[in-house]
């Protein structure tokens, strides 16, 4: 796939930009291509104007229609898409129910739940199944984005989760779509620890947890249209033509993953190598072989064997680890950090229940007609308001770590408060008012909770942040708290009860991000562009995608 990546970017990047080359790419060049990914060190013997004005990620020419807000509007379809997955699993059209026998009569099941014979247990198991590929691989991709482009590693991660989407509409069994939803997560793990350090690069300095807000606004109002999209096609096709929907509709987005011209991270320079690849890469022999010197296939051929020898291999891996634990000791040094994702681990343990179990809970209750629908109405609306507010009011009021802390504690303190009371009330019409106050306060956290994960941590480490920061929220959040709810809802066989105990976890989130307002924090986002990179490079630093960039010129 790395090849075929490589090709369909360079039969792309000739054709967008035939007219500025002053010839084509001689056979070297391409050769060049096919080894090494757009994100890698220009090949040494291309003048300028030709290959490494496209293969380049320091953004030296940008795309002529890839602008920032282009930029937010595609990754907020693919965090809307993610998540769309989320809530059409978890809809009744989808899940369904299991067989049921009362007094010798039996009403056949529906959905994965009833297709299956899945018990409760079994059924929340599944819902974060998806969980154990994406804890995985999230570390991972955010090793990787040290060494190779991040916007291409997205697009790999987008390749897997359009297969492993496509794979649950054909499981046929509980352990064959368990597996396609742990590959669903390993597919979602590179976009969800670098997509956010991209925006928060290309955002407007007043407006960088707007935007934010804009991109994590998705995550409610996926949930929520995937629970109508659910209900819907799992009521009228199938819940198999569900996933196959979800994977045709990713599918343009993994083909722009790579072809479009890719971009660097603040902290990361992929145009610069030390013999990566062997003499003919390698920077210092650049003008050596613009005087005539050349390698050819041979010798390339000879190179690759010593390069990727079993033990070469050995000593890359055991290096990524060593750099890997030394990056994470810093990461767990950094107080506001830890405290930060104490928070959201808390938090994210009761939105989890909530999002899988919230259309049962509130069908056994209040005898909801269209659980799905309403729920995913009440989501749709709150999430996004909510999410968007607390955005905009942490620029409105300055963003800092510590104005942050204070959103956090006081919006989770009194949503949890409207979310308790709400079920509290025996009828529907006091529920839905308190519960929609409730989410409104609740989701405006989404915004702060990521501006901090990604500002108290110098820009290198910013992958790494967000990538540790969701293993965290998951393995302790959302991953246990699924089948953990339905465990207990087996043992006491009661939503109310059930649903009022997962809510007061909230007022713990709350304590957390509360502690965080007396921590003393440094926001150091700019901490390695002023440190770390030489002042030569720092002067020729500007803003990925600059929209001014043009008029500026002119």
């Given at each position: 796939?790395?090849?075929?990546?490589?090709?369909?970017?360079?039969?792309?990047?000739?054709?967008?930009?035939?007219?500025?080359?002053?010839?084509?790419?001689?056979?070297?060049?391409?050769?060049?291509?096919?080894?090494?990914?757009?994100?890698?060190?220009?090949?040494?013997?291309?003048?300028?104007?030709?290959?490494?004005?496209?293969?380049?990620?320091?953004?030296?020419?940008?795309?002529?229609?890839?602008?920032?807000?282009?930029?937010?509007?595609?990754?907020?379809?693919?965090?809307?898409?993610?998540?769309?997955?989320?809530?059409?699993?978890?809809?009744?059209?989808?899940?369904?129910?299991?067989?049921?026998?009362?007094?010798?009569?039996?009403?056949?099941?529906?959905?994965?739940?009833?297709?299956?014979?899945?018990?409760?247990?079994?059924?929340?198991?599944?819902?974060?199944?998806?969980?154990?590929?994406?804890?995985?691989?999230?570390?991972?991709?955010?090793?990787?984005?040290?060494?190779?482009?991040?916007?291409?590693?997205?697009?790999?991660?987008?390749?897997?989760?359009?297969?492993?989407?496509?794979?649950?509409?054909?499981?046929?069994?509980?352990?064959?779509?368990?597996?396609?939803?742990?590959?669903v997560g390993v597919g979602e793990a590179s976009f969800i620890s670098l997509a956010a350090p991209f925006i928060d690069d290309n955002a407007p300095a007043a407006q960088k947890t707007a935007w934010l807000a804009m991109f994590y606004m998705c995550i409610p109002t996926g949930i929520a249209v995937g629970y109508v999209y659910g209900g819907l096609v799992g009521n009228s096709l199938h819940w198999?033509?569900?996933?196959?929907?979800?994977?045709?509709?990713?599918?343009?987005?993994?083909?722009?993953?790579?072809?479009?011209?890719?971009?660097?991270?603040?902290?990361?320079?992929?145009?610069?190598?030390?013999?990566?690849?062997?003499?003919?890469?390698?920077?210092?022999?650049?003008?050596?072989?613009?005087?005539?010197?050349?390698?050819?296939?041979?010798?390339?051929?000879?190179?690759?064997?010593?390069?990727?020898?079993?033990?070469?291999?050995?000593?890359?891996?055991?290096?990524?680890?060593?750099?890997?634990?030394?990056?994470?000791?810093?990461?767990?040094?950094?107080?506001?950090?830890?405290?930060?994702?104490?928070?959201?681990?808390?938090?994210?343990?009761?939105?989890?229940?909530?999002?899988?179990?919230?259309?049962?809970?509130?069908?056994?209750?209040?005898?909801?007609?269209?659980?799905?629908?309403?729920?995913?109405?009440?989501?749709?609306?709150?999430?996004?308001?909510?999410?968007?507010?607390?955005?905009?009011?942490?620029?409105?009021?300055?963003?800092?770590?510590?104005?942050?802390?204070?959103?956090?504690?006081?919006?989770?303190?009194?949503?949890?408060?409207?979310?308790?009371?709400?079920?509290?009330?025996?009828?529907?019409?006091?529920?839905?008012?308190?519960?929609?106050?409730?989410?409104?306060?609740?989701?405006?956290?989404?915004?702060?909770?990521?501006?901090?994960?990604?500002?108290?941590?110098?820009?290198?480490?910013?992958?790494?942040?967000?990538?540790?920061?969701?293993?965290?929220?998951?393995?302790?959040?959302?991953?246990?708290?699924s089948p953990l709810v339905g465990l207990l809802q087996d043992k006491i066989h009661n939503w109310r009860s059930t649903a009022l105990t997962l809510t007061s976890i909230l007022f713990i989130a709350a304590i957390f991000w509360f502690i965080g307002i007396f921590v003393r924090s440094v926001d150091r986002f700019n901490e390695q562009s002023e440190h770390d990179v030489p002042a030569v490079e720092?002067?020729?630093?500007?803003?990925?995608?600059?929209?001014?960039?043009?008029?500026?010129?002119?």
């Amino acid at each position: 796939m790395r090849y075929f990546g490589s090709w369909c970017g360079a039969v792309f990047i000739i054709w967008a930009d035939r007219k500025k080359w002053p010839k084509a790419p001689t056979a070297r060049e391409l050769l060049w291509w096919l080894w090494e990914p757009p994100s890698a060190t220009t090949p040494p013997d291309v003048e300028a104007g030709g290959l490494d004005a496209s293969t380049s990620g320091a953004a030296d020419e940008k795309p002529s229609w890839f602008t920032p807000k282009r930029l937010l509007v595609m990754f907020c379809l693919i965090n809307m898409l993610n998540y769309v997955d989320r809530g059409a699993i978890a809809s009744n059209g989808v899940n369904g129910s299991r067989q049921s026998c009362t007094g010798g009569t039996c009403t056949s099941g529906s959905g994965i739940q009833g297709d299956f014979n899945l018990n409760n247990f079994e059924d929340g198991v599944l819902s974060s199944a998806f969980m154990v590929g994406l804890l995985i691989a999230s570390p991972i991709f955010a090793s990787l984005a040290k060494i190779h482009n991040p916007f291409r590693l997205i697009g790999v991660g987008l390749l897997v989760w359009t297969i492993a989407t496509a794979g649950c509409g054909c499981s046929f069994d509980f352990w064959s779509i368990t597996i396609c939803r742990m590959l669903v997560g390993v597919g979602e793990a590179s976009f969800i620890s670098l997509a956010a350090p991209f925006i928060d690069d290309n955002a407007p300095a007043a407006q960088k947890t707007a935007w934010l807000a804009m991109f994590y606004m998705c995550i409610p109002t996926g949930i929520a249209v995937g629970y109508v999209y659910g209900g819907l096609v799992g009521n009228s096709l199938h819940w198999r033509a569900a996933f196959w929907g979800e994977s045709i509709l990713m599918l343009p987005f993994v083909i722009l993953g790579f072809v479009i011209k890719p971009l660097e991270l603040k902290g990361f320079n992929h145009s610069v190598k030390t013999k990566e690849y062997g003499e003919m890469l390698n920077p210092e022999r650049q003008d050596e072989t613009k005087q005539g010197a050349s390698i050819g296939v041979d010798g390339l051929a000879e190179t690759l064997p010593h390069k990727f020898s079993i033990s070469s291999f050995g000593k890359k891996v055991l290096t990524e680890i060593k750099h890997f634990m030394k990056d994470m000791k810093e990461l767990l040094q950094e107080k506001v950090y830890v405290i930060n994702v104490l928070g959201y681990i808390s938090y994210n343990f009761v939105i989890g229940a909530y999002s899988y179990w919230g259309p049962k809970a509130g069908q056994d209750i209040y005898n909801m007609a269209s659980a799905d629908i309403m729920f995913g109405g009440i989501t749709i609306v709150c999430g996004i308001f909510g999410t968007l507010s607390g955005g905009f009011i942490l620029d409105k009021i300055d963003s800092t770590i510590s104005n942050a802390f204070k959103l956090l504690s006081g919006a989770t303190f009194l949503g949890a408060i409207f979310c308790f009371g709400a079920f509290c009330f025996k009828s529907l019409y006091g529920f839905i008012p308190f519960f929609s106050v409730g989410e409104l306060l609740v989701f405006a956290t989404q915004a702060p909770v990521n501006y901090v994960c990604l500002h108290c941590v110098k820009p290198s480490l910013r992958p790494l942040s967000m990538a540790m920061s969701t293993v965290a929220i998951h393995i302790f959040g959302d991953v246990p708290s699924s089948p953990l709810v339905g465990l207990l809802q087996d043992k006491i066989h009661n939503w109310r009860s059930t649903a009022l105990t997962l809510t007061s976890i909230l007022f713990i989130a709350a304590i957390f991000w509360f502690i965080g307002i007396f921590v003393r924090s440094v926001d150091r986002f700019n901490e390695q562009s002023e440190h770390d990179v030489p002042a030569v490079e720092r002067s020729n630093l500007r803003p990925l995608l600059d929209e001014n960039e043009e008029a500026r010129a002119s």
